[in-house]
């Protein structure tokens, strides 16, 4: 098993930003390729952004190109999400999600949850 925990959200003006950060924790961390998605309310959850195992490899929706960057540190077992020029559509619960090695930006593909963070942007 592994366990999730996001933090970060919050309330930002737009062209603001956030950082999101999720802990893991129970598995070795290396081993699992990492995923955030959102979930607007009134929609179905989404993908935002993968990191492969080593931080090699990293995919986007194309919504959050050039404003999101997405990070792990394996040594503290932790990955990011770093938001920037945040949009009122960038509204959601943001989750992260871990999968064994290889990054993936379908959510069926997905083994570990995390329970989401709330960002909300104003405009």
């Known amino acids: 098993q592994v366990q999730l925990e996001e933090s970060g959200g919050g309330l930002v003006q737009a062209g603001g930003s956030l950082r999101l950060s999720c802990a893991a924790s129970?598995?070795?961390?290396?081993?699992?390729?990492m995923g955030w998605f959102r979930q607007a309310p009134g929609k179905e959850r989404e993908f935002v952004s993968t990191i492969s195992w080593n931080g090699g490899t990293t995919l986007y929706t194309d919504s959050v190109k050039g404003r999101f960057t997405i990070f792990r540190d394996n040594a503290k077992a932790t990955v990011y999400l770093q938001m920037n020029s945040l949009k009122p559509e960038d509204t959601a619960v943001y989750y992260c999600a871990a999968r064994l090695w290889n990054i993936a930006t379908v959510i069926n593909d997905y083994a570990y949850w995390g329970q989401g963070t709330q960002v909300t942007v104003s405009s």
């Open positions: 129970g598995r070795i961390f290396s081993n699992y390729a």
